[in-house]
């Protein structure tokens, strides 16, 4: 048995630039990972994944041209059913060793082969063989039909092969682009596999206009990549594709010079690595006028539209130069720069004359227009939808300031969706709000209500920014709150795999501006005022279920910040929570307290008392009040007087929102505590003495749970 290196290429026509380095990995990892499960190649074994916008192959270290043979025990049948009661085979064990290719001529002796051992209950019969380990075509086959079955393809075509084109009906093939090409190398010998109606071989084609060589004949698996890229003037790695694009994006823009620096764009540096085979950036301009129009609108259109990249300035300003990525490398480039210049030029016009049409109008003018747009076919039009937005937001910026806050709350929330019945916004829907914002600063609205209205959206996406005002804050949380109100009361509820409305990503932004921007707002008169605003009717009363769902993505939120999922119950368990401004204070809280030695025996008779007092609540209230001349051990009276001299310094440093000391100020009453559980008696038989004592345990739990519920931290 011997290994060599394997490379398996399938050469298609031009994959989908969106999925390609998705299916090239799966490709590659698929077939290594069969190659592995057949004995073939070690769980050492290297899988290198190579796609190109017309190939995708791999590279597997190691290979076996046969798999080790395998020993293999299996359970025949229970010994009572296999021999008879002279010890002579059963016909039903006779036919099942035949099955399995004994040798049944001589039963005695077959039996003979045969291991009994105690299975459960029952003795039974085992039979040991050899399996043959797989050879390589036969594994490569299997491994191969196993990678493109499993190939994550996002729309499949149906071709008929060239080869028996006359004959329709017999050659349709399914597969993500038609295929012409398969190699399969192991060392340098051709491994003859098939695969959608081809037949490896040892060649493979290059670059369209410029490979050298034509086919492209590989000597062996190890020489792929560089053998490509010398012959066939392709790089057939999208990771060093792609880094090779990044490296000459920079030296472009250093070359521009003034600071200037291709646009951060992960998702289209990505694509347009799909797109090339070898690439080649070169630099391009357009007229200086375009720049009146706003830069997200020109950046947008050479992105989306051209897949090019816009060049900034040292101040994050678009410039009007910006670069592509050419697949072809010519001497003279002038062409292709030509070509470019003139295709991206008309998209530019557009973009300025959407921009110039908008602003004959107001956004004012276009709130009517909303009464038109059907927002969701349950809940109206954007129309109505921006009055529920507009009630939420008033509600809560009489809360949060002044009048002028409130009129700007409101005027925002009013225009907030007006773009969406623009040309820009028609043409461009990723630009909503944005747009909104640069109409309003054109029709004097001011910075504030321009910057709301723009800002409305976020948080868009985890990690985005949030508003940058207190006007934009109320308008984002009014849009959210009324998106989340509006779905959960017509049932439009995400499931574990589907969230079409994004109802988790607005909830994630509902709490992150309550705690990120320490709003003194409580989540749960929140949800009763959003659907206060909804007429009566319209929607189904969903707040409890809301209120669960916004709880829950809370503490996805906490423990994303590194906390257990103990000291996120404590904290937002905590006695009258209320805003959940005070949460991250309140969990550094509880993460100093967990520290202290004292931590775990308090915790722990924190539960202790939370279940006395449940217990007793169920006979009727306990009242937090004590009388001390009924106090008659020394360990209650000890732990009364502990509370007496600490809980109100407690309580002083809770007020001022020092969390952490008051935590520790409590830590004292550890001693006490213990002492109180290991002498009295709580539920005395005495009437007045039982009350007594449920009252100084009331006491002590409402004291140690202001900040957080302490039990949450118990083993």
Not at 674 to 690: G, K, P, S, T, Y
């Amino acid at each position: 048995m011997t290994t060599q290196n394997l490379l398996v290429e399938l050469f298609v026509e031009e994959l989908p630039p969106k999925a390609l380095q998705k299916l090239g990995d799966a490709f590659a990892t698929v077939l290594g990972d069969q190659l592995k499960a057949l004995g073939l190649a070690t769980a050492a074994a290297v899988v290198t994944p190579f796609a190109s916008p017309r190939r995708l192959a791999a590279h597997v270290t190691a290979v076996a041209d046969k798999a080790a043979d395998k020993a293999v025990q299996q359970k025949l049948m229970p010994v009572t059913v296999g021999l008879q009661a002279d010890g002579n085979a059963t016909p039903a064990l006779l036919k099942k060793l035949q099955a399995l290719g004994a040798d049944v001529s001589n039963p005695a002796a077959a039996v003979a082969a045969l291991k009994r051992a105690q299975d459960g209950k029952a003795e039974a019969l085992f039979y040991d063989s050899v399996v043959p380990g797989a050879t390589l075509q036969a594994g490569l086959q299997k491994a191969l039909d196993e990678a493109i079955a499993k190939l994550p393809i996002p729309k499949v075509m149906s071709y008929q092969l060239e080869t028996d084109c006359e004959l329709p009906g017999w050659t349709s093939v399914n597969f993500v682009r038609p295929a012409h090409g398969l190699v399969a190398l192991h060392g340098s010998t051709v491994v003859p596999v098939k695969a959608l109606g081809l037949t490896a071989g040892n060649s493979t084609t290059g670059h369209r206009f410029e490979a050298a060589v034509s086919p492209v004949v590989l000597a062996d698996a190890d020489s792929y990549a560089a053998t490509l890229k010398k012959g066939g003037a392709v790089i057939a790695s999208f990771a060093e594709r792609k880094a090779e694009i990044a490296r000459q994006l920079a030296a472009a823009a250093a070359k521009v010079g003034n600071g200037a620096r291709p646009i951060e764009d992960e998702a289209l540096l990505d694509e347009v690595t799909a797109l090339v085979e070898r690439p080649n950036v070169v630099i391009c301009q357009f007229e200086e006028q375009f720049l009146g129009v706003p830069q997200e609108c020109l950046i947008l259109t050479m992105k989306a539209n051209q897949k090019y990249f816009p060049l900034l300035d040292a101040a994050g300003k678009l410039t009007n130069k910006f670069l592509v990525v050419s697949n072809i490398s010519p001497e003279d480039t002038s062409f292709v720069t030509g070509g470019n210049e003139r295709v991206v030029r008309p998209r530019l016009a557009d973009a300025k004359f959407f921009f110039d049409q908008d602003r004959k109008k107001t956004l004012a003018s276009r709130v009517e227009g909303l009464g038109k747009v059907v927002y969701h076919n349950k809940l109206g039009t954007q129309g109505e939808r921006v009055e529920r937005v507009r009630a939420i937001a008033k509600a809560m910026a009489s809360q949060l300031g002044d009048a002028q806050l409130v009129q700007d709350a409101d005027l925002a929330a009013q225009l907030a969706k007006t773009d969406l019945v623009t040309d820009m916004v028609g043409e461009f829907p990723e630009l909503q709000g944005i747009m909104g914002g640069y109409y309003a600063l054109n029709d004097g609205l001011g910075e504030t209500v321009a910057n709301a209205i723009e800002d409305h959206y976020k948080p868009r996406f985890a990690g985005d920014a949030l508003p940058r005002n207190t006007a934009g804050v109320v308008v984002a949380l009014a849009d959210k709150l009324e998106t989340l109100v509006g779905m959960f009361g017509i049932g439009n509820l995400p499931t574990g795999d589907r969230d079409p409305f994004a109802l988790r990503r607005h909830a994630l932004g509902v709490i992150r501006m309550l705690i990120e921007q320490r709003l003194p707002l409580h989540f749960y008169e929140l949800t009763r005022l959003a659907f206060a605003a909804f007429p009566s009717g319209l929607v189904q009363d969903k707040a409890v279920e809301l209120d669960e769902f916004l709880v829950e993505r809370l503490k996805g939120y906490l423990r994303d910040g590194g906390f257990s999922p103990a000291e996120v119950d404590a904290a937002i368990y905590a006695r009258q929570l209320g805003q959940w401004a005070s949460i991250p204070q309140r969990l550094a809280a509880v993460r100093a307290f967990a520290a202290l030695p004292e931590s775990p025996a308090l915790a722990a008779a924190n539960k202790r008392v939370g279940n006395i007092l449940k217990k007793a609540e169920a006979e009727g209230p306990v009242d937090a009040h004590v009388n001390p001349e009924l106090l008659q051990e020394k360990a209650e009276q000890d732990l009364y007087a502990a509370l007496q001299r600490f809980v109100p310094e407690a309580n002083a440093q809770f007020d001022a929102g020092d969390y952490t000391a008051s935590l520790q100020t409590l830590a004292v009453l550890r001693a006490p505590v213990d002492a109180f559980f290991d002498d009295v008696m709580v539920n005395a038989e005495q009437l007045d003495l039982r009350l007594n004592r449920q009252g100084l345990l009331k006491t002590l739990h409402e004291a140690m749970n202001r900040v957080a519920d302490l039990s949450r931290l118990a083993a």
